[in-house]
Nanobody
Framework: QVQLVESGGGLAQAGGSLRLSCAAS????????MGWFRQAPGKEREFVAV???????YYADDVKGRFTISRDKADITVYLQMNSLKPEDTAVYYC????????????????WGQGTQVTVSS
């Protein structure tokens, strides 16, 4: 079973940057697509980005050109580089392991981290 722990969240000003990390323990996530989701107060959990085992990436429309997802060669850590941050990016960010179905649906992911808070001030 894959255990995931997110880190790197915090407070940033609009236009600033943060880099989130998601580290696996118990076993690596080798061979599994890995995604990032976020959930703001009063809103449903929404898709942010995903990277396949082969390195193909997909992004939500509102983060394209600003966020970049990547994974290391050992498949121990997946990253989300967030640039040009906006107050609308404020949310708890989660990493998760995809198992089947749509890239964009949270129900297609089975293992989840505990989340890390990202707050962007105006």
């Amino acid at each position: 079973q894959v255990q995931l722990v997110e880190s790197g969240g915090g407070l940033a000003q609009a236009g600033g940057s943060l880099r989130l990390s998601c580290a696996a323990s118990g076993r690596t996530f080798s061979g599994y697509p890995m995604g990032w989701f976020r959930q703001a107060p009063g809103k449903e959990r929404e898709f942010v980005a995903v990277i396949t085992s082969g390195g193909t990436t997909y992004y939500a429309d509102d983060v394209k050109g600003r966020f970049t997802i990547s994974r290391d060669k050992a498949d121990i850590t997946v990253y989300l580089q967030m640039n040009s941050l906006k107050p609308e990016d404020t949310a708890v960010y989660y990493c998760a392991t995809h198992y089947s179905g749509s890239w964009y649906s949270a129900t297609s992911y089975n293992y989840w981290g505990q989340g890390t808070q990202v707050t962007v001030s105006s």
